[in-house]
């Protein structure tokens, strides 16, 4: 079945520490996108991707790096310099036709202690 | 600039109906609707790409006035599974890669 994969489900990172979450699709979607989720806030857009090698900073890049090497893939690397990282951080993907949604992977959760 | 979502929450018995509306102060280019159950991952519902458009699925229905900048979703004869949180998606004319905007949801909660 195609799909998203994200992991892990949950991770947990001392303060200090970058950390990467992977994100990997196999519905052959160009577009990538990642957001993070805070309770009542909603979802807010951090980077996403519309080609391979190829990314745009969202509204809250600040703190958060991407690759896109391959197709499949779109890591997000939370670095020291994110300043409040604990969040659900969901991956999503995008066929090319405009009436199409988006689809999320399962989310990860992540928590700074 | 996030769209803004009303109510914030809602209690419905079984069978009731009620409306979710998503305002935008900017122009709009389509208008995404997305449920997420606690601790799952937001899933797609419907898209609205023209003005005065309206679309219904199940019970669930939808429509986008592009001139006053909102879109609202209705839900008829509420359902327990139809708990959960709905959040609109905006995209805005000029917005690379179809890259959404979202509400801050509206959280549904259907008892017996």
């Known amino acids: 079945d195609g799909g998203i994969t994200q992991s892990p489900k949950y991770l947990f990172r001392k303060e200090g520490q970058n950390v990467t979450l992977s994100c990997e699709q196999n519905l052959n979607h160009d577009a990538m996108y990642w957001y993070r989720q805070d309770p009542g806030q909603g979802l807010r857009l951090i980077y996403y991707s519309q080609i391979v090698n190829d990314f745009q900073k969202g509204d809250i890049a600040e703190g958060y790096s991407v690759s896109r090497e391959k197709k499949e893939s779109f890591p997000l690397t939370v670095t020291s310099a994110q300043k409040n990282p604990t969040a659900f951080y969901l991956c999503?993907?995008?066929?090319?036709?405009?009436?199409?949604?988006?689809?999320f992977g399962s989310g990860t959760r992540l928590t700074v202690v | 600039q996030q769209p803004v979502q009303s109510p914030q929450a809602v209690i419905l018995r079984e069978g009731e109906d009620a409306v979710i509306n998503c305002s935008s102060s900017k122009a709009l280019y389509s208008v995404h609707w997305y449920r997420q159950k606690h601790g799952e991952a937001p899933v797609f519902l419907m898209i609205?790409?023209?003005?005065?458009e309206q679309k219904g699925h199940d019970k669930i229905s939808a429509s986008f006035n592009e001139k006053k900048q909102q879109s609202s979703l209705y839900l008829t004869a509420s359902q327990l599974s139809y708990s959960g949180t709905y959040f609109c998606g905006v995209m805005r004319p000029g917005a690379g890669s179809y890259q959404l905007t979202f509400g801050k949801g509206t959280k549904l909660s259907v008892i017996p």
């Open positions: 609205l790409l023209k003005g005065g």
């Open positions: 999503a993907t995008k066929d090319g036709p405009a009436n199409y949604g988006y689809t």
